[in-house]
């Protein structure tokens, strides 16, 4: 098990920024991801990272958000800026131990671990 604990979320306006964070309890050393799933909609890949920091984003939100990871803490994080109403979800880390192919980077069944989630709300 890979237990992950995602925290940072919150309320904003539009325009504002937040910071996501999710510590795994171990190091994964392959892959992890930001997936988002807002009511009645299905969940959505919103950027992955591989363990040498190849990036991949959603085009939905390239150029305002940035996936980063720090090894040492293991901990993975999304910085999110120029929020949108749109962007209203809740956020879910993922990680995975398994070779992704680069085109499957943001497909939820790609990914076998899970955390909780945690809300963001954009308000306009």
């Known amino acids: 098990q890979v237990p992950l604990v995602e925290s940072g979320g919150g309320s904003v306006q539009a325009g504002g920024s937040l910071r996501l964070s999710c510590v795994a309890s171990?190091?994964?050393?392959?892959?992890m991801a930001w997936f988002r799933q807002a009511p009645g909609k299905d969940r959505e890949g919103v950027a992955a990272?591989?363990?040498?920091?190849?990036?991949r984003y959603s085009d939905s939100v390239k150029g305002r958000f940035t996936i980063s990871q720090d090894n040492a803490k293991n901990t993975l994080y999304l910085q999110m800026n120029s929020l949108k109403p749109e962007d209203t979800a809740m956020y879910y880390c993922a990680a995975s131990r398994r070779l992704i192919s680069w085109w499957a980077f943001l497909l939820p069944n790609s990914y076998t671990y899970w955390g909780q989630g945690t809300q963001v709300t954009v308000s306009s």
């Open positions: 990272i591989t363990g040498d920091g190849s990036t």
């Open positions: 171990s190091y994964t050393d392959s892959y």
